[in-house]
């Protein structure tokens, strides 16, 4: 079997100091940015009358019933889902009973769904514009360099991801584009974000993308345009079907049955 001879290119030492450490600094600078331009951005949280604030949580003790009925005997379970379920049904936790049964109010006229709709308009505007901006650059100055050779063998499926910009068939896969390291410090330094911000930190765009794809993680677990009675009745049938099991059911013949076995 004949022996594979490592690919060498010739590169200017040069590019290491002004491309790669640039693009680095440039991208870790402005995740910084965007952390303290989120914070002044955001808008104040305003206080939850006890009315909504009644109807929110009572969605998510349903939830929580559901997540953790395996700790609760099957008489206490069987209690709280009856209570659950009668009140559900019945809308005594809505907000408003008069508007049980017609259609969601319009979230553009809804103070609080265009304040929410701003605030996420924000949030991706603070996203999107600087990565338009420094793409935009590295593709005007830095586009079809070769930066670095990466000490580890790949599979050819990361061609496409390591080696944008380099039109070239027989590179090797370890060799990282320009434009490549761009998206590899775009979806990795996360870490480093956390370590100079903290973990409650809006420079990742990986976890503003998850806190907009969870909604239900925010103040307001009622988008705009959602009808609360609606997600009641769904909790209600999710609480209906819940086949029950008791964690602590025939612990004595487990136990009996592992103390043998020993």
Do not use: C
């Not at 009140?87 to 969601?104: H, N, R, T, V």
Request: overall charge positive.
């Amino acid at each position: 079997m004949a022996n594979s001879t490592a690919q060498t290119i010739h590169r200017d030492p040069a590019l290491f100091y002004w491309i790669l450490f640039p693009i680095t600094i440039v991208m870790i600078l402005t995740g910084i940015l965007r952390h303290y331009a989120s914070i002044l951005m955001q808008s104040k949280a305003k206080k939850l009358d006890i009315k909504t604030l009644r109807e929110q949580r009572s969605l998510l003790r349903g939830i929580n019933l559901r997540t953790n009925a395996y700790v609760l005997s099957p008489a206490a379970f069987q209690a709280r889902k009856d209570y659950l379920l009668s009140a559900y049904q019945s809308g005594a936790f809505l907000k408003d009973p008069e508007s049980k049964g017609k259609p969601p109010a319009n979230p553009m006229t809804d103070p609080a769904g265009m304040e929410a709709m701003m605030g996420m308009m924000k949030g991706n505007m603070a996203m999107i514009i600087p990565q338009t901006l420094i793409m935009s650059w590295i593709n005007a100055f830095f586009s079809g360099y070769v930066v670095l050779k990466l000490p580890f063998p790949l599979t050819i499926r990361f061609k496409s991801m390591l080696q944008s910009g380099v039109a070239t068939q027989d590179l090797d896969v370890r060799w990282v584009s320009s434009i490549s390291w761009y998206f590899l410090n775009l979806f990795g330094l996360q870490s480093v974000f956390t370590f100079l911000l903290g973990d409650d930190n809006a420079a990742s765009q990986m976890a503003q993308q998850m806190a907009y794809m969870n909604p239900s993680a925010t103040a307001n677990m009622f988008g705009p345009g959602q009808d609360p009675n609606k997600l009641f009745q769904n909790e209600a049938e999710n609480l209906e079907v819940l086949e029950h099991r008791w964690i602590l059911d025939g612990v004595e013949q487990r136990l009996l049955k592992r103390i043998s076995l020993s």
